[in-house]
């Protein structure tokens, strides 16, 4: 069965960085775009990003452009959300998730990331 | 950005009666290829979103039912024919049509 499951979260202060995973099994990860999206306590959904199934395309949300990056190793089934420059704002739970004709078929149990001092 | 806007925000609704979800998007959600990418996810409480509907009506592996999505170009709708305590939770539209990817402001349904 899919399973996704993200590690890396936790406590960090304003302006330093931060890399969360997630870890695929049970299809071929290297068939499928993948995506990073975060839910701040109490509230939606927001995407943040999206990576092609080789790694070759990558579209980011305007709020995390130019501090976070997505990457993939393929060869690890694994996907990266490499974050600098951290802002409280970006305070969440982040979720990846397989892509599916378009839609997010399989979600992991999310990663909490606090931006705190 | 496409603005996905859902109505009711809130939805109280009483067990074995339906429920119903509209999602609007801000410009039509054809794409180029001619898929309409329109999807609605289910979240219960302190648990991952679940994938219901795919491209406006096509119901997800393992999804009862009772679950049913349509309309087309700016108009959606997510349908449960007969609400079940395990329904509650919040619902949101999303549209893949356009990066980037835009979630409506989630529905909560919960139990008269």
């Known amino acids: 069965q899919v399973q996704l499951v993200e590690s890396g979260g936790g406590v960090v202060q304003p302006g330093r960085s931060l890399r969360l995973s997630c870890a695929a099994s049970g299809f071929t990860f290297s068939s499928y775009a993948m995506h990073w999206v975060r839910q701040a306590p109490g509230k939606g959904l927001e995407w943040v990003a999206v990576?092609?199934?080789?790694?070759?395309?990558?579209y980011y949300a305007d709020s995390v452009k130019g501090r976070f990056t997505i990457s993939r190793d393929n060869s690890k089934n694994t996907l990266y959300l490499q974050m600098n420059s951290l802002r409280a704002e970006d305070t969440a739970v982040y979720y990846c998730?397989?892509?599916?004709?378009?839609?997010?078929?399989?979600w992991g149990q999310g990663a909490l990331v606090t931006v705190s001092s | 950005d496409i603005v996905m806007t859902q109505t009711p925000l809130s939805s109280p609704v009483t067990l074995g009666q339906p429920a119903s979800i509209s999602c609007r998007s801000s410009?039509?959600?054809?794409?180029?290829?001619?898929?309409?990418?329109l999807s609605w996810l289910q979240q219960r409480p302190g648990q991952p979103p679940r994938l219901l509907i795919y491209k406006i009506s096509n119901r997800f592996s393992g999804v009862p039912d009772r679950f049913s999505g349509s309309g087309a170009g700016t108009d959606f709708t997510l349908k449960i024919s007969r609400v079940e305590a395990e329904d509650v939770g919040v619902y949101y539209c999303t549209q893949a049509t356009q990066f980037p990817i835009t979630f409506g402001q989630g529905t909560r349904l919960e139990i008269k």
């Open positions: 410009q039509s959600l054809v794409h180029s290829d001619g898929n309409t990418y």
């Open positions: 998730a397989k892509d599916f004709r378009g839609a997010m078929d399989y």
């Open positions: 990576i092609s199934d080789d790694g070759g395309s990558k």
